[in-house]
């Protein structure tokens, strides 16, 4: 059976100003008044002016790009409660080139969400089917409040109190509601009005987020439950999580809906450090998530192929053959995706296989200019399923630059939009849905239309495959370019489209708002971009070297910044209607 959460308050009042970027003191930085600007000093990119702000304060306050994607991660839990909070999880890739307190640092943080202790291989079988997606069973391990302390601890350099003021702030000040957001819910509102149980199931999400379905531009969300949280995680760290009261509330949020994750699970969260993948591709240093991140590893392989190719990664894609190439690169990166990737501490990744240089050339000689080849050639050849597509709303990245020469790139999630719709009752966060990533029916497609491998069924304390994509690009003058997205599986492509926009001399605004194309292998569809291609002939041109076609709106949301001779190019893509900050 299911139990309603406790009841929730009444919506609160709109305070008398809203939490804006220009409220934050000190303020001897600036926020973009639109979603790109060039900055000297060091500069922040989040899907948010007010996460932004929070990140650029950090660095105004000395602090380096660890304590502002730390601080711009905290605060969009707040401000951007679909895509991702404290109740998630997420990948952080670290570089500090000459950092004072760290020196020269390369490595990467999994926070990434794991599965409960009591849920195995079969556990989703035998419920219904959209117990992956929504309620208590399809709550992972939250990871985001251990690994962001983790990486402040190690290898930021402001106090935890500091680094979580500007989200405590927001939380209490309230924030404007913005298009994204109100285009983000409208979805999620028709769901909670044809199904009146999810009014009283989900309480605090249809009273206080979707306003009853009548939430618009403009209005003010206040979060003092978040406040309360973020205030304890402030004072006691990861403490208020596993001995505080934040993870009994925690376990009773779920126990109430029918689920299965415990204090004993939250209490066992551990992050891990690992060593980043690196690739060096035509004169460029690439730094990405090893798996269970599939981002980097499907990046490498596609920009590999285009190097094999005879491909200039700074000739800019923007003709039928060069998106046919790019979209034949992105098919068996896909392909050896859904058959490999998996959480390396339970089960192998051929990584040398996937990465291998000979096994890239047997790859390329499929890539023809004139056509494509049988969809079981594509990778491993794995069987092909019909899926069904859906939207990601539940991501989120941040792109950091500082004034040291150090870059953070970090994506976090909660899987869809406002994760498992259960919310933790007295502190006002939502807890993810990201059980639906890992493999949890046999012969069956996830939300994402991703056909998961055998090795990532659910295990105790294992992390399933994710798509999040923060990438870092080195060159011998240090950071060239910071980037991530967020979008499912069209996080991969379109991170990999706006990094090969930049190298080709677009100055990062163009980068970013420039349209894209996606292809994940299966189903066997082209998407564009409405405005990718339009020239006469050219989409002619795709469907007769054999690529069916789609029309997609939005081919992920990127956060982008790049080295150039008059500062840090900062873009928020304007797909979601983000601004970036700085120095």
């Known amino acids: 059976s299911v139990r309603a959460q406790e009841p929730v308050q009444p919506i609160a009042p709109a305070p008398a100003r809203a939490a804006e970027p220009d409220a934050f003191e000190p303020a001897p930085f600036r926020v973009a008044q639109t979603f790109h600007d060039t900055f000297a000093g060091g500069a922040v990119a989040a899907d948010h002016p007010v996460a932004s702000a929070a990140g650029a304060e950090m660095l105004a306050r000395g602090g380096n790009a660890v304590d502002a994607a730390v601080a711009a991660s905290f605060t969009l839990s707040v401000v951007r409660p679909y895509s991702c909070g404290i109740g998630g999880g997420g990948f952080m890739v670290i570089h500090l080139a000459n950092d004072p307190k760290h020196g020269a640092v390369d490595t990467a943080i999994n926070y990434r969400e794991t599965s409960p202790g009591a849920v195995g291989r079969t556990y989703f079988e035998k419920l219904p089917e959209d117990a992956s997606t929504r309620g208590g069973h399809s709550v ?73 379905g009548e939430v618009a531009v403009g209005d003010t969300i206040v979060l003092p439950e978040q406040a309360l949280a973020l205030s304890l995680i402030s004072e006691s760290g990861f403490d208020a999580f596993t001995k505080g009261p934040i993870g009994g509330a925690i376990e ?18 551990a992050p891990l450090e690992v060593e980043p993948l690196r690739r060096e591709i035509q004169g460029k240093t690439f730094l990405a998530m090893p798996p269970p991140s599939s981002g980097g590893v499907a990046m490498f392989q596609a920009l590999t192929l285009l190097d094999m190719h005879g491909m200039d990664l700074e000739d800019r894609i923007d003709t039928p053959l060069e998106v046919h190439l790019l979209t034949e690169a992105f098919k068996h990166a896909f392909a050896d995706r859904s058959k490999f990737l998996a959480d390396p501490e339970f089960a192998p990744v051929p990584m040398d296989k996937l990465l291998a240089d000979q096994e890239l050339s047997r790859l390329e000689r499929l890539m023809l200019d004139g056509a494509t080849v049988q969809i079981n050639a594509y990778g491993t050849g794995a069987k092909v399923f019909p899926i069904i597509r859906r939207d990601d709303s539940g991501t989120s990245h941040i792109s950091v630059v500082d004034a040291h020469g150090g870059a953070v790139a970090c994506t976090e999630t909660i899987n869809l939009e406002f994760g498992s719709l259960v919310v933790v009752p007295g502190y006002g966060f939502c807890l993810n849905d990201q059980m639906d990533d890992f493999t949890t029916r046999r012969n069956a497609n996830n939300a994402f239309s991703l056909r998961q491998s055998r090795h990532n069924f659910p295990e105790p304390g294992k992390r399933p495959v994710s798509s999040m994509s923060p990438t870092i690009v080195l060159d011998e003058d240090g950071v060239l370019a910071v980037a991530g997205a967020s979008g499912g599986p069209r996080i991969i492509t379109g991170t990999t489209e706006v990094l090969l926009n930049a190298f080709a001399g677009m100055d990062a605004g163009d980068a970013v708002a420039a349209p894209r194309f996606h292809h994940q292998w299966s189903p066997n569809t082209l998407l564009l971009e409405p405005g990718m291609l339009t020239g ?40 979601k209607g983000g601004r970036p900050a700085g120095l």
């Open 140 to 212: 992972a391990t939250p990871g985001s409040v251990a690994g962001l302390l983790y990486a402040l601890e190690h290898y930021g350099t402001l106090d935890r109190a500091t680094v979580l003021a500007p989200a405590i702030r927001a939380a209490t000040v309230g924030f404007v509601v913005d298009a994204h957001y109100v285009e983000t819910v409208g979805n999620l509102t028709n769901k909670f009005e044809s199904n009146p149980d999810w009014q009283e199931r989900f309480a605090f999400v249809w009273e206080r987020f979707l306003r009853r």
């Open 252 to 269: 009773a949020a779920i126990a109430a809906d029918g689920g299965v994750l415990n204090r004993a699970d939250i209490r066992g969260y």
């Open 536 to 575: 006469e002939g050219q989409r002619t041109d795709l469907e007769a070297r054999g690529h069916p076609l789609g029309v997609h709106k939005q081919i992920g949301n990127v956060q982008l910044i790049t080295r150039t001779p008059g500062g840090w190019q900062a873009a928020s893509d304007p797909r």
